[in-house]
């Protein structure tokens, strides 16, 4: 039985018959010329205005008296006269340091350069490298045409069609004065303050969009979340919502392949001095005062916490990063609830913030047309590949300048009848929903059995997916190792910074991890097979120290034996602790989205020998597997880089091996969301 479902040509969705896939909706009413194309025109086309004017360095003082330094792009028109009728501004905080920034839109600026590099890199008979082992390396060359480096920097494109665009350096950050807050209340407010700056000035209309890549697409959510007036809209590139879930703790494991990276690129990067002052006098000596002050943010902690040997040897600072009452980790988590205004999110399934990113459109109490989601198949550094060709969605920039358009400008572009989800179905390709998860999934639980399923090459042992627990109990046994760092979790936990993901048999085939895995696999499926949602394993574990380490994937397994991560969860196993007031249930009752406390105050005790069962969530995730395909879970004891367990927690569980308990009286399973039995 079919259902229907879109399918993107050249960048319009357009109805296609299907096996089994939920009924998405149209991102245009019936009648509508083609949106995308328009929108993508508009974006490429002649601009209004030729030229455009930059003034570096603008001093901007918050209500602390503290001074932000921000760059102010205005349109120029064709006699080199800067613009003075009001138009309305896009904001964009970075603590990369503004000046990178500008490095960046100089280079996209040089003329013919930048559309010419687009040109040659979606010509896919130059860089689509499937069927070689690094295809992954065709997919990080594609990203550099999907829009997102606009993005990123001042897009001087969306200037040129009648903005004013502000990119400022976060306290404490680039050439701003003040302390890095590292997302703190004070840094949140800094953002809605500068667009009510931004607001009053008289080359503003008053209608205010907040935008971003990453931590700038992180600043533009808090930013709403104050609900400055003059803000309008925001359209967030990879933002994060829960940051401790997503990247800094996940799991309470920490994330040593990203955040320590991140760290020092902003406190290096804070330190690079306005040498313009200084040549001509200007230089400001409370900019040199607040760095000596905090020379390097955060580090000289992390660094320490390296070295303490117990959980109760943790000095007061280190505790507070757990509090969930402390500053930083309330600067760590996120509202997106009160946020008020139309907003777009962009995101990635193996993105690092892939926990957060559909649940922010989720918790926006807004009607769909006025909040937009689209997932890819994307890493964090790999955003946008493969957008703007024929069958994809357009590229990030033209989607941001029609949000944009449509929300300050009140142009009817057809933006806000896009689809309300656009997600990439892995192991299919771009579709369309009303919703995400999609509608018509039902949540069953597959039990894991120690039975052979004989798909498997070596691993720590070759188990199967049933519908029934088995009836003869049996122990597996699974030990800490380095095999995930050739893992798409170990490409996904390093921001693909490392280029993991380049290399196929790591990044999109987990049976070189797979060696230090226990493996269950199930049968294949007669008919494509629709997934969508979050998953949860629920395992009967057994230690023989008291602490212990969990990690699991939900994998596609192709019948030449491939194996490709869906999703991935993490759980230290004494931060095992459920808050139900957060978690998410199916109807039986079993945990969909468990979430969990992880807080040093409610960790709870393991004894050696003894049973004890938890869950581990597995991101949020959307996928079809193809006739002849398999479902296959993996247990890991380790997930290096990803998921690290502070010294102080991995002392005490010795690195032992770790088991798995398979009782048919307390049987261990995976809760998956299918649009039809497995």
């Not at 957060?582 to 004894?607: H, I, M, W």
Request: glycine share 10%; net charge negative.
């Amino acid at each position: 039985m079919g259902t229907k479902t879109r399918r993107w040509i050249a960048g319009a969705a357009i109805t296609v018959a299907t096996a089994a896939f939920a009924v998405p909706l149209a991102h245009a009413e019936p009648g509508d010329a083609d949106p995308a194309a328009a929108w993508t025109a508009a974006q490429d086309g002649p601009p209004r205005y030729p030229g455009v004017h930059v003034d570096w360095d603008v001093p901007i003082t918050m209500s602390d008296g503290t001074v932000l330094k921000a760059n102010v792009y205005r349109p120029m028109d064709a006699a080199g006269h800067i613009v003075d009728s009001p138009l309305p501004a896009v904001v964009n905080m970075t603590p990369y340091t503004k000046l990178v920034y500008m490095l960046l839109d100089s280079a996209l600026s040089i003329p013919g350069l930048s559309d010419a590099a687009i040109d040659l890199i979606n010509r896919f008979d130059l860089f689509d490298l499937n069927g070689t082992p690094f295809s992954g390396l065709g997919d990080q060359i594609k990203a550099l045409s999907g829009g997102v480096l606009r993005t990123i920097s001042a897009d001087r494109k969306l200037v040129q069609s009648g903005y004013t665009e502000i990119v400022a350096d976060v306290r404490g950050t680039g050439f701003s004065e003040g302390s890095w807050q590292v997302f703190g209340e004070r840094e949140q407010l800094d953002t809605a303050e500068i667009a009510q700056w931004a607001a009053a000035q008289p080359w503003s209309d008053g209608k205010i969009g907040l935008a971003g890549v990453s931590n700038g697409g992180i600043s533009a959510l808090q930013g709403a979340e104050q609900r400055p007036p003059s803000v309008q809209a925001v359209f967030a590139v990879e933002p994060g919502s829960d940051l401790l879930r997503d990247t800094v703790f996940p799991g309470g494991g920490f994330d040593i392949g990203f955040v320590p990276i991140w760290l020092s690129a902003v406190n290096i990067g804070k330190w690079l001095p306005d040498l313009a002052s200084l040549a001509n006098g200007q230089f400001d000596w409370k900019w040199l005062a607040d760095r000596v002050a905090s020379p390097i943010t955060f580090l000289d902690t992390l660094i320490r916490a390296l070295f303490v040997p117990s959980v109760d040897a943790l000095p007061d600072d280190m505790k507070s990063i757990l509090d969930p009452d402390g500053p930083l980790r309330q600067g760590l988590t996120g509202h997106p609830d009160r946020i008020e205004v139309p907003t777009f999110v962009v995101g990635g399934w193996h993105d690092i913030f892939a926990n957060s990113e559909p649940e922010i459109i989720n918790s926006i109490p807004l009607p769909a047309e006025q909040k937009k989601l689209l997932m890819g198949d994307w890493y964090h550094i790999s955003m946008g590949g493969g957008l703007g060709v024929a069958g994809a969605p357009p590229r990030i920039d033209v989607l941001q300048r029609a949000w944009f358009d449509k929300w300050l400008k009140g142009i009817d572009n057809g933006i806000d009848r896009y689809s309300p989800a656009t997600l990439f179905q892995q192991g299919g390709g771009w579709t369309t929903s009303d919703q995400f998860p999609r509608a018509g999934m039902t949540y069953s639980r597959l039990y894991l059995s120690a039975d052979p399923s004989g798909t498997t090459g070596v691993v720590a042992h070759d188990g199967s997916l049933s519908a029934d627990p088995s009836a003869e109990p049996a122990t597996l046994t699974v030990s800490p190792g380095l095999s995930t760092i050739c893992s798409r979790d170990a490409a996904q936990g390093t921001a693909g910074l490392l280029f993991i993901q380049v290399i196929d048999g790591c990044a999109k085939d987990s049976r070189v991890a797979e060696t230090a895995a226990l493996t269950f696999t199930g049968a294949p499926v007669a008919e494509p097979t629709a997934l969508s949602g979050p998953v949860a394993v629920h395992l009967n574990t057994v230690l023989d120290a008291t602490e212990g380490y969990w990690s699991a994937t939900l994998n596609d397994v192709a019948p030449d034996g491939q194996s490709t991560v869906l999703t991935t969860g993490q759980l230290t196993a004494s931060l095992r602790k459920i808050d139900d007031s957060r978690s998410k249930k199916s109807p039986n009752g079993d945990y969909t989205a468990p979430f969990q406390v992880l807080t040093l105050a409610d960790r709870q005790p393991l004894v050696p020998g003894q049973p004890t069962t938890l869950d581990v969530g597995l991101n949020a995730t959307d996928a079809v597997l193809q006739p002849g395909h398999r479902l296959r879970v993996d247990i890991y004891a380790a997930n290096i880089p990803k998921g690290f367990m502070v010294p102080a927690l991995m002392l005490e569980s010795q690195l032992k091996p770790q088991h798995l308990l398979l009782d048919p009286a307390e049987p261990s399973w995976v809760n998956v969301p299918t649009d039809r039995p497995l």
